[in-house]
């Protein structure tokens, strides 16, 4: 390894703040990236750029959702002698009716994919799936607060991921060998529904969380009662309708490939949100 730093964007999100703690952990060199973290960095200001980029080796690019500003960063990683790079796609971009309605999400997505295969550089992709931490962490972490996930997902399921997984894989591709022009397709060992998510929550913190589940007007009349803009309130529905439609359940060795070991259990995954308990 060499002792040039490695840069990590989106350093204060779930996976980015851990691959920053165990890169760190090592003892390695990081450079932590984000707008309002330790080292400014802001997609759409490409001022922040070079100072990110300078003296960098490796990178862990984790992109702004919807937009084309992958390629442009790359050729300039290039010119600053970056030698490798991970980008964080996601699961199912290159499957329309993943998610129904992000067509201009997942086409930036894929053209990121496209620019990283095409960089010159030694390149890998990890896609990972539905988090474990968006109960605890995330999207679903008040409501899991509150005791009662109300969802329009049926009896809809996923494989949900731990971070740390995610983080763990990112780390071993940053720093190892055997990676290059591959793609970590990352999901958790099992699918669960929601009401099985619900129980192992419950179990996790100690008390009763349910799960209720709605049809989807209900949800968005739910959200925008509570002071949601009718946008956001349907595209989170479309989140929660992947679920319902099971297009995260089936398993992908990712992990497994990279870390040689399987993932994380979901009860894994969730037990450090309730660390008071044995």
């Known amino acids: 390894m060499t002792s040039r730093p490695i840069l990590v964007t989106g350093a204060t999100g779930k996976s980015g703040r851990r691959v920053v703690a165990m890169l760190r952990a090592r003892g390695l060199p990081v450079r932590a990236a984000s707008r309002t973290g330790e080292h400014p960095f802001d997609w759409n200001d490409p001022g922040t750029w070079d100072a990110a980029l300078d003296g960098v080796h490796a990178v862990h690019i984790v992109q702004l959702g919807g937009s084309r500003l992958v390629r442009p960063f790359l050729d300039r990683a290039v010119r600053h002698g970056v030698r490798r790079v991970v980008l964080a796609s996601g699961r199912g971009i290159d499957d329309p009716d993943y998610i129904r309605g992000a067509d201009?999400?997942?086409a930036a997505?894929?053209?990121s994919e496209a620019a990283v295969r095409d960089s010159g550089l030694e390149w890998t992709i990890?896609?990972?799936g539905w988090f474990a931490q968006t109960f605890t962490e995330g999207i679903y972490a008040d409501a899991v607060?509150?005791?009662?996930?109300?969802l329009p997902a049926g009896d809809g399921a996923a494989?949900?991921?731990?971070?740390?997984?995610v983080a763990a894989v990112v780390v071993a591709v940053l720093t190892g060998g055997g990676h290059a022009r591959r793609t970590y397709e990352l999901s958790g060992p099992e699918p669960l529904t929601?009401?099985?998510?619900a129980a192992i929550l419950s179990d996790a913190a100690g008390r009763t969380i349910r799960y209720v589940p709605l049809?989807?007007?209900?949800y968005v009349a739910d959200l925008v009662r509570q002071g949601m803009p009718a946008p956001q309130a349907e595209a989170l529905a479309e989140a929660a309708d992947a679920l319902r439609r099971r297009t995260?359940?089936?398993?992908?060795?990712?992990?497994?490939r990279a870390l040689g070991r399987p993932p994380h259990t979901f009860a894994q995954a969730v037990r450090e949100a309730f660390p008071s308990r044995p």
């Open 104 to 106: 201009e999400v997942r």
């Open 109 to 111: 997505a894929l053209d």
């Open 126 to 128: 990890t896609r990972p």
């Open 145 to 150: 607060r509150a005791g009662e996930l109300r």
């Open 159 to 165: 494989c949900f991921l731990d971070a740390e997984d």
């Open 194 to 197: 929601l009401a099985e998510a």
């Open 215 to 218: 049809s989807r007007g209900q």
């Open 248 to 256: 995260d359940a089936h398993v992908a060795g990712g992990v497994q």
